[in-house]
């Protein structure tokens, strides 16, 4: 993949115009049920400014904060969206997934959103690895057998069964951070020991190998609107990472 990186700097705030324009935000029916097949509709009423700052106010509409959820992960998460949209890599690009491992496993740190309907669809707990660190992560790796957690963005594959029951590949797109992923075999499955009552009673989540593990009653219906060609993002205040030059090269 060519410099994906390098797009993300040229497009603010011309390129955002284009995104929401393709995806048609309307951040007042929250209500709507989200349909992601359905041809957007588009208001060119509004200049580029307006739109530019509709799409950063996701995070205040949301109330993203309240939540713990990093403005940082989210302003690296939309650019993130914004490389892959302009790179003609995202297919379902009517969500955005985010797991900001900057919070401890104790808390909600996955959030799945709309961004058609401006909805947050899901927020629930995710594992780091066994590798990465006890209730924080820490430590982040793209080798095999490392059992760490890779940060970066990150292409949504197609449903499949393994040996954890219904998952989702994942294609890491930020050479040296996350491409291995594949190789790896990081995906998204359910985990039994992702949930309230292991947190009761260890004082921390339970961890996988590498993959970002979610809830079993949740699984299914994260993985199916998220599948796909949909943007994933795994944030973490990790100094080596944010200060990279240019991960997409």
């Keep these: 993949m060519k410099a994906l990186r390098t797009v993300i700097g040229k497009f603010l705030p011309v390129g955002f115009l284009l995104l929401i324009a393709s995806l048609g935000f309307n951040f007042t029916r929250r209500e709507a049920v989200p349909s992601f097949t359905s041809a957007p509709s588009a208001d060119l009423s509004h200049d580029v400014a307006d739109r530019s700052r509709s799409l950063f106010g996701l995070y205040d509409d949301l109330q993203l904060g309240s939540l713990d959820l990093s403005r940082d992960a989210w302003q690296r998460a939309l650019q ?8 003609g890599q995202l297919v379902n690009a009517g969500v955005l997934t985010i797991i ?8 909600k740190r996955l959030f799945v959103i709309d961004l058609r309907n401006g909805r947050l669809l899901f927020n629930t707990l995710v594992a780091h690895g066994r590798n990465s660190g006890k209730v924080m992560a820490t ?12 940060l970066g963005v990150y292409l949504t594959g197609q449903p499949f069964i393994g040996s954890h029951g219904y998952s989702l590949r994942l294609e890491g797109m930020e ?3 996350n491409d291995h992923a594949l190789e790896r075999a990081i995906v998204m499955h359910p985990a039994p020991y992702v949930s309230e ?6 004082g921390y ?6 993959c970002p593990a979610i809830p079993a009653r ?20 990790d100094e080596h990472y944010l200060d990279q030059a240019d991960p997409f090269s």
């Design 197 to 202: 009552r292991h947190i009761a009673e260890w």
């Design 80 to 87: 993130g969206f914004q490389a892959l949209q302009s790179a």
């Design 139 to 150: 430590r982040f790796s793209n080798r095999c057998n490392s059992y760490m957690s890779s």
């Design 218 to 237: 949740l699984h299914k219906a994260i993985i199916d609107q998220i599948k796909g060609g949909s943007c994933l993002f795994i944030y973490a205040a």
């Design 100 to 107: 900001d491992f900057s919070l401890p496993s104790t808390q």
């Design 205 to 210: 989540l339970g961890r996988s190998e590498g």
């Design 175 to 177: 050479k040296g951070w």
